[in-house]
C-alpha cells in the first residue's frame, strides 16, 4: 500500500490495511483515502475516512469478523496518540458499477457504531442513498492508496444523484431525537450540504460554515459559529445545552435547503 499525502496518519492506514488484507485478502480492488485528510486538513476530532472496494461482496462473518478487528485500529477524537477516529466504507465493485442510485454498501464502520460492535450488533448491506455524496468526494480529491485510481475505477455520480442524496440526508433530521448527541455534527453537516446545493462543489465543515456564517441572521450564526469553534477546537461543544436554539437552526435549516433544492435544479448542476 501506497503512503497517503499526510504522515502524520500513514502509521494507522498501515494497521488498517493490514486489518482489512486479513479479512478481505485477494478480494480488495482498491483502497481511497478521501475526507478531511485531503479536503481542508485533519481537525482535532477529524475522520480519517477510507472507501474500500472489493470484487466480491463479503459474507456475513467477514463483515463481523472486520468490524470487531477494525475497532483495534481507531480510536475516539483525542483518545489516542496515533489513533484517530476511522471511518470505513465497503463497497462490492458491482454494487456500484455500473452506477445507480441509491447505490449497496457493503459495510460502514465509525466510532459511532462501536458500543453496537463490542455488543455484537452488525449492521447488514443496505441500498445507502449517502454513497452518492461519498463516491462523488472521492472523486472529487480522493487519493488510491492501493489500487487505480477513483477516476479509472468508477463512473461519475450524475449531478442529479448528488441533489437527491443531499435531499435524503436532509429529510433525516426532522425531530430532535434524530440529532440528540450529535449537534454539533449534523449542524455543520448541514451547512456542507447548503454549500454544495448553491455551489455544486463540496468544501470541508469549517470552510462550509465560513461560507454560510455572513448569510444568516444572527440567531442562526450563534449556533453555527458554536459548532464550528467546538469542531476545531477551539472551545468547548456546548450545543447540546443549547436544544432549542440548535433545534431551530437545524429546522430552517433543512426548510433553505428544500427550498433552494426545488427552486435551482439545474441551476448549479443539482
Given at each position: 500500500m501506497h503512503d497517503s499525502p499526510v504522515p502524520s496518519i500513514n502509521l494507522q492506514l498501515a494497521a488498517v490495511h493490514r486489518?482489512?488484507?486479513?479479512?478481505?485478502?485477494?478480494?480488495?480492488?482498491?483502497?481511497?483515502?478521501f475526507g478531511s485528510a485531503l479536503l481542508g486538513g485533519l481537525k482535532l476530532s477529524s475522520d480519517v475516512d477510507l472507501l474500500v472496494t472489493v470484487a466480491v461482496?463479503?459474507?456475513?462473518?467477514?463483515?463481523?469478523?472486520?468490524?470487531?478487528?477494525?475497532?483495534?485500529?481507531?480510536?475516539?477524537?483525542?483518545?489516542?496518540?496515533?489513533?484517530?477516529?476511522?471511518?470505513l466504507t465497503v463497497?462490492?465493485?458491482?454494487?456500484?458499477?455500473?452506477?445507480?442510485?441509491?447505490?449497496?454498501?457493503?459495510?460502514?464502520?465509525?466510532?459511532?457504531?462501536?458500543?453496537?460492535?463490542v455488543a455484537g450488533r452488525f449492521e447488514a448491506p443496505v441500498l445507502d442513498h449517502d454513497l452518492a455524496i461519498l463516491?462523488?468526494?472521492?472523486?472529487?480529491?480522493?487519493?488510491?492508496?492501493?489500487?487505480?485510481?477513483?477516476?479509472?475505477?468508477?463512473?461519475?455520480?450524475?449531478?442529479?444523484?448528488?441533489?437527491?442524496?443531499?435531499?435524503?440526508?436532509?429529510?433525516?433530521?426532522?425531530?430532535?431525537?434524530?440529532?440528540a448527541g450529535d449537534e454539533r455534527n449534523i449542524v455543520l453537516a448541514l451547512a456542507r450540504i447548503w454549500y454544495t446545493t448553491v455551489t455544486g462543489r463540496i468544501a470541508a465543515k469549517?470552510?462550509?460554515?465560513?461560507?454560510?456564517?455572513?448569510?444568516l441572521d444572527e440567531r442562526y450564526q450563534r449556533v453555527l459559529a458554536a459548532a464550528r469553534a467546538a469542531y476545531l477546537g477551539h472551545a468547548p461543544d456546548t450545543l447540546s445545552g443549547q436544544p432549542d436554539a440548535v433545534a431551530d437552526f437545524i429546522r430552517y435549516a433543512c426548510h433553505s435547503i428544500t427550498v433552494l433544492h426545488t427552486g435551482r435544479q439545474g441551476a448549479v448542476g443539482l
Open positions: 486489518v482489512v488484507e486479513r479479512h478481505l485478502g485477494d478480494t480488495i480492488m482498491a483502497v481511497h483515502l461482496a463479503p459474507d456475513e462473518g467477514v463483515r463481523n469478523a472486520l468490524l470487531v478487528d477494525l475497532l483495534t485500529v481507531s480510536a475516539p477524537p483525542s483518545v489516542d496518540a496515533v489513533l484517530r477516529p476511522l471511518e463497497v462490492a465493485y458491482d454494487g456500484v458499477v455500473p452506477w445507480r442510485y441509491p447505490a449497496r454498501r457493503e459495510l460502514q464502520f465509525g466510532e459511532w457504531l462501536r458500543s453496537d460492535i463516491l462523488r468526494q472521492v472523486q472529487a480529491h480522493g487519493v488510491a492508496l492501493f489500487g487505480p485510481s477513483p477516476e479509472a475505477l468508477f463512473e461519475p455520480v450524475p449531478d442529479a444523484d448528488v441533489g437527491r442524496a443531499l435531499q435524503d440526508t436532509v429529510a433525516q433530521w426532522q425531530v430532535p431525537e434524530d440529532w469549517d470552510g462550509a460554515a465560513d461560507w454560510l456564517l455572513p448569510l
